[in-house]
């Protein structure tokens, strides 16, 4: 374990924003993060996992622990469930796969979600019917404070939409270490029903879809409507989906007929926030060498060289017009420095 000076954050933050730490360590054991963690002559760091949810704006000052913790296991089975612990470092998308290649169910639909497993958790990841909830057990985090371990349950994280216990209550004061999931061996509980899979099934010509054909169902339609960040800066959805109460709907669609929504609970539903940021005219406009994807408005992307203030900005913007027009504050996912 080595703390190096001066190292640029560019390859460690998926909007590939060419920051720089004046302090940084990679951590790939529990000991190494408690020391580091111990280090008083470092009050100030910042804990980077897959750099998925990020948006760096500026140099930082402060000591950079990249999570690198590696490993995973199988905890316990039995004829119906399988229990898996993932280390923080491991990549979604390849613990993804590995679960599949096992015949382990119930992740198939997170498919190349960019980031880490140790990050997951933190916003209740989701896509397409399904979220990190639906699949975790548990997880272990540590303490910034007391540099303790402690074991978080589905029930202690108090998942919401994108959302967890992370994100509010104790928001900067643990760094979860690993994830513990529950997954199905057989009778797979298959989610079809959203987005545009069960038509990219019917036209593979697959009319009974394993979990394996639902992940490269997944893979091909997000290869299709959003970019790779290797290729192109970003970090997927930059906004949430906002939740609105069903008369504001209803008078939204006085003078939107066509604004699709999603039934969230007897007096609200949820509105593709790509939909109102495309209708407010953004879907695709480029500022220089940063702007809005032209294929999924809810993306905004660094095309080389732009600066994470740039990129802030815009989506300040956004927010403001797509507010004026329809009268919906969108949030922002991602996290800024």
């Known amino acids: 374990m080595q703390i190096k000076q001066n190292i640029s954050l560019k390859a460690y933050n998926t909007f590939g924003i060419d920051v720089k730490a004046k302090h940084f360590v990679s951590i790939n054991s529990i000991d190494n993060l408690k020391h580091i963690l111990s280090l008083e002559e470092f009050p100030n760091k910042l804990v980077l996992g897959g750099g998925s949810n990020i948006l760096l704006t500026k140099d930082f000052e402060g000591l950079v622990i990249h999570i690198n913790l590696k490993g995973l296991k199988i905890v316990s089975q039995d004829d119906n469930f399988v229990y898996v612990n993932a280390k923080a470092g491991e990549n979604w ?99 079809l029903n959203y987005g545009a899979i069960a038509s990219e099934l019917n036209h593979r010509g697959i009319e009974t879809p394993t979990i394996r054909a639902i992940s490269e169902a997944v893979i091909k339609i997000r290869e299709r409507k959003l970019p790779n960040p290797k290729e192109i800066g970003n970090s997927g959805s930059f906004f949430k989906n906002p939740v609105i109460t069903k008369s504001h709907f209803n008078m939204l669609t006085e003078n939107f007929k066509d604004i699709p929504c999603y039934p969230v609970s007897d007096e609200e539903v949820k509105v593709p926030a790509g939909w109102l940021i495309e209708k407010a005219g953004f879907k695709g406009k480029q500022f220089d060498n940063y702007g809005v994807h032209k294929k999924q408005a809810l993306v905004l992307v660094n095309y080389g060289g732009a600066n994470g203030s740039d990129i802030l900005k815009l989506s300040k913007l956004i927010q403001k017009t797509v507010k004026l027009l329809f009268g919906i504050t969108i949030e922002m996912e991602v996290n800024i420095l």
């Open 93 to 191: 998308h390849d613990f993804v796969l590995w679960c599949i290649n096992n015949n382990f169910g119930g992740v198939e639909n997170l498919s190349l979600i960019p980031g880490n497993v140790g990050t997951a958790p933190i916003q209740n990841i989701g896509a397409y019917g399904v979220e990190l909830k639906d699949v975790f057990e548990s997880c272990e985090a540590m303490s910034l404070k007391t540099k303790h371990l402690k074991s978080f349950t589905r029930e202690a994280c108090e998942f919401d939409y994108r959302n967890s216990i992370f994100k509010q209550q104790v928001k900067g004061e643990y760094i979860i270490t690993s994830v513990t999931f529950k997954l199905t061996k057989k009778d797979h509980k298959l989610s």
